[in-house]
């Protein structure tokens, strides 16, 4: 019992290694500003599906210059994907000295994760830092950069009687780009905000654009400046934000506009040697996008609001399978344009089989316009009885809106063979490991400490049992087999010998899934083995017990464990709280099949 519970306190603590938790992080652009400063704040939430109860907190201490904008990314390097979603916010402060941006708490996948606050140095300097160029935030200075020193125009000097907000508005101003003036609901849209500057200037970012009615993707802005000739004359071009937009519905968009903050040195007409710093707020023009409804002629009865070009490909783990067990029809739809809205097929299932929810998957780059990438749909299923089954053609649809048309794809027919029922004492199959790709240097280490434990398990629920002697194989050599039942013969009996006590105390403990719920279906044929007398198959002893009087609900009760545990080691999806209602159900199981 203590080597048991030792190896389970080891195995506690390296689950706890691997687990990627989730958090929110608060990060600011500069932890020392000045008065006129603006500050980039963002609350960065990781590895995070469900996100929910974010509201602004309270900035008592700042002006909220822009905000919130959100932005997420799903980044995948070497096996190991981490995905983040943040809410940004630009700041300004309303004193010197001392200003806290304070922290914020959201609940993510039902579980609240909070962040402490920061304190912020604000300077009675006008100017102290520039904010570096971020993403859809901040600009780099305009006034080092070596590539574009000859070409702007340094300490330029007014004519006479030129105004200095005139002359700035000529050569720096901010221009909406979008990359098409129409579109059909659910199309992406890129829209760029650039800065143009054609003069020497430090430049902050002031107002970020909103935007209603549509779902927004922020990318990444480029981190050199680019040259460009405009009415021949040459500018520097700077990317304030770079957005992708994916209209909600039919409507003629107005698009919010940026605003920049320019410092610029200029010389009076009248003493061109003395320079004068000045100031200009500068504002993009709004830009328009009429967006069109999809057409409602030829729509498909499979079509359920993916818009782009898509592939559609889809396959099984195994194809043949032993009933009872289960298996994976993975469906892949890859291809460009709104991912995000891509909804599962539908799946006319055969005979004979039960399947399971969906397992939905994201492979996006959303570092490009157009966005591209794949969806992956799991969705595990196992057959009922011996046989083969045909799973039809797949028919799923989507818009093309370069061709303005409908577009159905189909998948080829798959053949599903169901294998006779594999009795519950062989050693579990390595397909039926859940591996966490993830942390791919930790798995040796939790495999190894998970076999030594599933086997304290098994050593618990089968000690005593009578073993059966090896059998020749035709070279002479022996090998173990299990003992044989014949064809027509009932299964042999099984002794009362399981210690449950012990066993649910261990299954408590147990932190890693995939020990867990591997030893939830053991314990669940165990129990039902010892209530029966028989040592069958799981399918075998849910038949026998069906033919007691009044056992539908413990039928029921042992399916619901059994397959839960199925879809969780399959799909790698379980619910908040469901290992402890499982122990719960199986006590029940236990406490039934032992008045039996």
Partial sequence: MLVQRILILILLLCGYQITQAQSLSLKVSSKTIGKNDVLQVEYEIKDGNDITGFSQPPFEQWNVVAGPSTSQSVVSYNGQTTR?????FVLSPRKTGTATVPGASVLVDGKKVSCRSVNIDVSSQANVVVPQQAPAQGLQSLLDDPDFYQMLKRDPVLKANEDPQDFIR??????AIVSKSSCYVGEPVLVTYKLYTAIHTEARVTKQPTFSGCSVIDLMPDERPQKETLNGKD????????????????SKLTLDNAAVESFVEIAPASD?????RYSSIISSEPATLTVNALPAQKKPATFTGAVGQFEIKAEVNQGSIPVGESDNLIVTISGSGDLQSINAPSVKWPANTEHFDVNRREHIDKTVYPMQGSIVFEMPFMGTAEGTQKLPSLEWSYFDPSTSTYKTLKTDSLQLVFTKAVKSNVALDAQNQHKDLSNKKY????????IAAALLLYLTLKKNKPSTPPQPKADGTTIPVQPAVAENEPPAPVKKKTDFVTAIDMLRQMDEDVLFFNST??????????????DASYPELIALLEKKDGAK???????????????????????????EVLIGELEEVIHKCSGN
Avoid: M
């Fill in 521 to 534: 279906k053991k314990l669940v044929v165990q129990a039902l083995k010892e209530c029966l007398n028989s």
């Fill in 170 to 175: 000529k050569n720096i101003f901010v221009k």
């Fill in 84 to 88: 983040t979603f943040s809410y940004v």
């Fill in 235 to 250: 500018y520097r071009v700077d990317i304030v934000r770079r957005v992708i937009l994916i209209p909600l519905q039919e």
């Fill in 553 to 579: 609900l413990l039928v029921d009760k042992c399916n619901h464990i059994y397959q839960t545990c199925e879809y969780a080691l399959y799909s790698g999806i379980k619910e908040d709280n469901i290992k």
């Fill in 272 to 276: 061109p040697n003395n320079s004068k």
């Fill in 443 to 450: 798995l040796w280490i939790v495999f190894g400490i998970a």
